[in-house]
C-alpha cells in the first residue's frame, strides 16, 4: 500500500500495482474543510511531522506555492487526467473510485476490512 502522489515513483509503483484505489472526495465539501483543520491542529500544537518538519507560519499559504493547502487547491484535477491515462495504458489493472465518505466507510468496513488493518508481514 502507498501514495501515488510522488511523480518520481508513480511511473514504478503503477507498473507494480495489483490494485488503485483512488479517494476522489468532493473538495470543497470534504476535503479542503479536512484539509484546513488538520494544518490548523497542526501548526497550532507545533506538531512534529515527517522528518522533523513542521507546518510552517499561517500567513505562508498566502506566498509559498508548494504549501500544502495551496498545492491541494491548485492540484486538485490532475488525477482526473492521470488515472484515466492509466486505465487506458493498464486496462487490466482494477481501479476502485471512491467519491464519498460514505463509499470509503463501506469499502474499509467491507471483505477487506481485516486485510487492510493487520500490518503486512515482512
Given amino acids: 500500500m502507498t501514495e501515488w502522489q510522488y511523480s518520481q515513483v508513480r511511473e514504478l509503483l503503477a507498473e507494480r500495482a495489483d490494485v488503485l ?15 484546513v483543520q488538520r494544518t490548523l491542529r497542526r501548526r497550532w500544537h507545533r506538531e512534529v511531522l515527517w522528518n522533523g518538519n513542521v507546518e510552517p507560519p499561517l500567513w505562508t499559504v498566502l506566498r509559498d506555492s508548494d504549501h500544502v493547502v495551496r498545492y491541494a487547491v491548485t492540484g486538485r484535477r490532475k488525477y482526473h487526467q492521470k488515472i484515466p491515462a492509466l486505465a487506458a495504458a493498464r486496462p487490466e489493472l482494477p481501479i476502485i473510485r471512491l467519491r464519498s465518505p460514505a463509499q470509503v466507510e463501506r469499502w474499509m468496513s467491507g ?9 503486512p508481514r515482512l
Avoid: M, S
Avoid at 484505489?21 to 484539509?35: A, K, Q, S
Avoid at 471483505?111 to 500490518?119: E, H, I, M, T, Y
Fill in 111 to 119: 471483505p477487506l476490512r481485516d486485510v487492510v488493518a493487520r500490518p
Fill in 21 to 35: 484505489i483512488w479517494l476522489d472526495l468532493p473538495f470543497t465539501r470534504v476535503v479542503l474543510p479536512r484539509l
